[in-house]
């Protein structure tokens, strides 16, 4: 009899063959583990390609000079897949870089307070950058687009691609403070005489924050990407007028103004400055007799606002703006609109409110026609005074058939709208969004926004008890059937 024919024999070759197949059942997969892991391949199939960045976003972050570290800091029950998705992606593009490599964290900052506090994060819902001593916070109703009070689309491609470039770029940008005049400071806490809350949060989004006294420096500091000047109450000497002429034109600078009723700005030295660029400040204080515009404290609600970048999330949200007491600010009806400029109205009242001009107090205000002021015809916002303007200047040089950006100015009809005992969410908004557009902050790049979708299962009470007796009784049921029938068979 053949060795092969026997029974140990048979036993061996059977236990050999199962070995053999072990192994290259084993050595299959671990070479397909090692191919998935050195050569892999995606393919995004989402309709939206909400797996997939844009090749702009690409080209970007797979060059980055330094690396960014990204930490979300969610609530609790926060639920932004969009968000924790595209972070996913970001650390995908950039995972086999020594330099400028993507990571990503995510904090819960009521429970691991010890984290947050070693990064300085105390609030949730925000997307801290962080590359070397540079950081820039984002909230995350900026990464989502509004429609109706409800989100509509996700643009966090467009907005952390631009906050990644921000942080990852040498060298930051400074805010400069004008004072001597009885401005509002930013090195002070007092509530109504301070601004150090809207500095801290400048300083969090990565910006320098410092103060300028031009009839002390006589110049405007090189580095100075902005000027903010709030609530002066003194004049600017001619020096410094001329000075600010020539930064915001020659130089092509970037100011926010914050004017408070009560000074004229003929007496501020501002009105030939503003009328250059122009926009028109009346010397008077808005009122308005419609009930449901007008706050505790004859504070003003602003409900009318114009398509620009710095009211973007003000419309979107479909959010008000509550103002202190204010004046009307709007485009100059004489301006010349030649050398590209353009002045636009960003906020304006409700169309039962005027100007007045009678600041003496006791005096019951009321309209008096031909002293007061009221909206112009023709001016846009229809019937409306203007609360907030902006103002650009696009330069064509040497008959290029391009503009070169020139100067912003942005004039808020009001001066307390930042000061500590006053500021907001709808007031920082609107200044941070200031902040910027004039510094060119708010990159636009080509990023198409995507949809945000949503699939939700509603069940009524009847329907969900009925699935949860399927689930606990029929699908049990319908196995232990099976196996009695299988029994059945088997023992007959």
Do not use: C
């Amino acid at each position: 009899m053949s060795p092969f024919e026997s029974f140990r024999a048979v036993r061996w070759i059977r236990t050999l063959n199962l070995v053999l197949q072990a192994a290259l059942f084993l050595s299959f997969f671990g070479g397909l583990n090692y191919v998935a892991k050195n050569h892999a391949w995606r393919f995004d199939l989402t309709r939206q390609r909400k797996f997939s960045l844009s090749p702009e976003t690409l080209s970007y972050v797979t060059n980055l000079a330094r690396p960014v570290h990204v930490v979300v800091s969610l609530a609790s029950d926060t639920d932004n897949p969009e968000v924790k998705g595209l972070l996913r992606e970001f650390v995908y593009a950039t995972g086999d870089r020594a330099a400028g490599r993507i990571t990503t964290e995510v904090l819960d900052v009521y429970q691991n307070r010890r984290r947050a506090e070693e990064l300085g994060i105390d609030t949730g819902d925000i997307v801290v950058l962080i590359s070397g001593d540079k950081r820039r916070a984002v909230r995350l109703d900026e990464l989502y687009g509004m429609k109706k009070g409800q989100r509509d689309r996700f643009q966090g491609e467009q907005v952390l691609t631009a906050a990644i470039l921000d942080v990852s770029e040498p060298g930051r940008r400074k805010i400069y403070f004008l004072v001597g005049h009885k401005e509002l400071r930013p090195e002070v806490a007092d509530a109504t005489l301070g601004l150090s809350a809207v500095r801290d949060q400048l300083k969090l989004r990565n910006f320098d924050v410092d103060a300028v006294d031009l009839a002390v420096t006589r110049r405007v500091p090189a580095d100075a990407s902005l000027l903010v000047s709030v609530a002066p109450q003194s004049a600017y000497s001619r020096a410094e007028q001329e000075l600010l002429r020539q930064y915001l034109g020659a130089n092509a600078g970037r100011l926010i103004l914050f004017l408070a009723p009560g000074i004229s700005t003929a007496a501020l030295g501002l009105d030939d400055l503003l009328l250059d660029w122009g926009i028109l400040v009346h010397d008077d204080i808005i009122w308005d007799t419609g009930q449901e515009n007008m706050a505790e404290n004859f504070d003003l609600l602003i409900r009318s606002f114009l398509p620009h970048p710095i009211t973007k999330t003000l419309i979107e949200y479909g959010d008000g703006l509550r103002l202190g007491v204010a004046r009307t600010v709007m485009p100059d009806p004489g301006r010349s609109t030649a050398g590209g400029l353009n002045t636009v109205t960003l906020a304006a009242t409700s169309t039962t409110a005027w100007g007045e001009r009678d600041f003496r107090s006791g005096v019951t205000p009321k309209y008096d026609p031909g002293i007061d002021t009221r909206p112009i015809p023709g001016l846009d916002p229809p019937d409306r005074l203007g609360l907030i303007v902006a103002s650009e200047r696009l330069a064509v040089r040497d008959n290029l058939t391009f503009s070169v950006k020139g100067g912003k100015l942005v004039v808020f009809g009001t001066g307390d709208l930042v000061a500590n005992g006053r500021i907001d969410n709808h007031g920082l908004s609107v200044f941070l969004n200031a902040v910027n557009w004039t510094v060119d902050r708010d990159r636009q790049l080509n990023i198409p926004s995507r949809p945000v979708e949503r699939f939700q299962l509603a069940l009524s009470a009847a329907e969900f008890a009925q699935l949860r007796y399927a689930l606990v009784l029929v699908l049990p049921g319908a196995a232990l059937l099976l196996g009695l029938v299988v029994y059945w068979t088997r023992r007959s």
